[in-house]
């Protein structure tokens, strides 16, 4: 079982980078799919996730700048990401759970840095 990110980078701010989460070992589909980060000295923090049925929900502060979508048919989850702000610096997780809640898993990260 795997979760493997890619797509982080270093880029200026306004510009776009998109994530890629491909899961190994497991059907995605199954699985509700979360995109986390962790700033320099903060704490991990939710960024955006979508349900097994495709409801999507994102933090205040990347609300119309991200989104968050899957691709069962590639087992891989995305995060699009728009206007970059330096606020949006970090390391970014991949993290699935099943909808039993018995199975929790996550990637080792892929770091986005925003700056000028």
């Known amino acids: 079982v795997q979760l493997v990110e890619s797509g982080g980078g270093l880029v200026q701010p306004g510009e776009s980078l998109r994530l890629s989460c491909a899961a190994s070992g497991f059907a995605l589909s199954d699985y509700i799919m979360k995109w986390y980060r962790q700033a320099p000295g903060k704490e991990r923090e939710l960024v955006a996730g979508?349900?097994?049925?495709?409801?999507?929900n994102y933090v205040e502060s990347v609300k119309g700048r991200f989104t968050i979508s899957r691709d069962n048919a590639k087992n891989t989850v995305y995060l699009q990401m728009n206007s970059l702000k330096s606020e949006d610096t970090g390391v970014y997780y991949c993290?699935?759970?099943?909808?039993?809640?018995?199975?929790?898993?996550w990637g080792q990260g892929t770091q986005v840095t925003v700056s000028s």
């Open positions: 979508i349900s097994v049925g495709g409801i999507k």
């Open positions: 993290n699935a759970l099943s909808r039993t809640m018995l199975y929790k898993y």
